[in-house]
Structures are given as structure tokens and as C-alpha cells.
């Protein structure tokens, strides 16, 4: 599955202005909300309560913040590229500048960690995400994330 299945243009934020991990995850529920419709403080609870069972910061600047929902009916992400690193608790100690948020059906455990595993491996690319870094323009990022080479790719 591409990427692009998931992931639509208005779902990639070029520059998210957060001083904290809560306070990208409330921009993120917020946005996530606008794209799917579900409450915005419901999807920040489910990602507040994923958060205090693990950080969802992997590392490298780099955090996959997930939550399954009884309404989804399927995977559905959002990107963000932060203006200033930040706090995010990461297994590496590092701040955080590049958030992937997934949202996924409560019973779609399967496709839920095929995608997150994809995201995984696509963030672990480090000469993409240089490029995500460098770029603040919306329609540059949705590119980067979804052209057919990124999203097959599993490069370290």
C-alpha cells in the first residue's frame, strides 16, 4: 500500500509551531480532526494514553505518535514538519522535528503495524529526511513522503 492510500496533501503540516510534546500532539488532534472528523480532544486522549505507555519518539529526530480508533474505518496519517525541534521524551534523547501521526481502526491490527513499520523504515532514511528538513513548502513534503521511491523504500 502507498503511502498516498494514507496520507492526502492537506494531511502534511509545512511548519508546526509547538513548545511541547502536549501541545504538538493537541495541534495534531486538531488537524487530524479537520481531516477525519473525529473530536479532537478524543483523538489527543487516545494519543495522550498511547504516549504514557511508551514514548512514540523513535529517535533521530523522528516520532510516530499512533492511536486506534472504533470510528476509523481505515489508516489515515498526518505529517508534520516542526518550525523548532522539541521535547518529545525520544529514545535518543533528541529533540524532535519530524512527527508521522497515525490513526488506524481499533481492529485493524495487522495493516495497523504494516503501516507503522512502513513509516518506520521511510524515517530511517536519513538523506529523505535532510530533504523533509530543508523543504517548508506543503506540496515538497507530500512528494517526498509518497513518490513510489520513498514509500517502497527500506533503506537504514
Known sequence: ?????????????????????????????????????????????????RERLGTTGVGQGIAIPHAKFAEAKQVMGLFARLEQPIDFESIDDRPVDLIFLLIAPEDGGAEHLR???RVSRLLRNQELCAKLRGSQDRAALYALLTEPSASSSSAA
Not at 502534511?12 to 473525529?38: D, M, N, P
Open 115 to 117: 503501516t507503522l513499520a
Open 1 to 49: 500500500m502507498p503511502l498516498s492510500d494514507i496520507l492526502k496533501p492537506e494531511g502534511v503540516i509545512a511548519s508546526l509551531r509547538a513548545r511541547g510534546k502536549k501541545q504538538a500532539l493537541q495541534e495534531l488532534s486538531a488537524a487530524a480532526s479537520k481531516l477525519c472528523g473525529f473530536d479532537a480532544q478524543h483523538i489527543l486522549d487516545k494519543l495522550l494514553a
